[in-house]
């Protein structure tokens, strides 16, 4: 069974980085997409952004473009988010999820085969 492990949360100042990372537990598994999602408290779920596995090609959210950089690492099968100037509005969890086929939208959450638990970043001002 696949599942997916974040981990890399935690406590960092405005204008800080913090890198994420996602695992995938079956290092035979190989997505055709990944990506990260976060909810803000009392928020709705959002997309951050993706990354197609075989080509690395990748999409951020604006909000994020310039600041996130999404990354794969094939031998490793895991995902990674490098965040920088972090800003208190990226106070989220933060949950890597992964599809094993093309989708239609990778911004759509459900549309997604698998989900991880989620990390915590909170940033302080």
């Known amino acids: 069974q696949v599942q997916l492990v974040e981990s890399g949360g935690g406590l960092v100042q405005a204008g800080g980085s913090l890198r994420l990372s996602c695992a995938v537990s079956?290092?035979?598994?190989?997505?055709?997409?990944m990506a990260w999602f976060r909810q803000p408290p009392g928020k709705e779920r959002s997309f951050v952004g993706s990354i197609i596995w075989s080509d690395g090609n990748t999409d951020y959210v604006d909000s994020v473009k310039g600041r996130f950089t999404i990354t794969r690492d094939n031998a490793k099968n895991t995902m990674s988010l490098q965040m920088s100037s972090l800003k208190p509005e990226d106070t989220a969890v933060y949950y890597c999820v992964s599809t094993p086929v093309q989708l239609m939208r990778y911004t759509n959450y459900a549309a997604y085969s698998y989900w991880g638990q989620g990390t915590q970043v909170t940033v302080s001002s």
């Open positions: 079956v290092l035979t598994f190989r997505p055709y997409a």
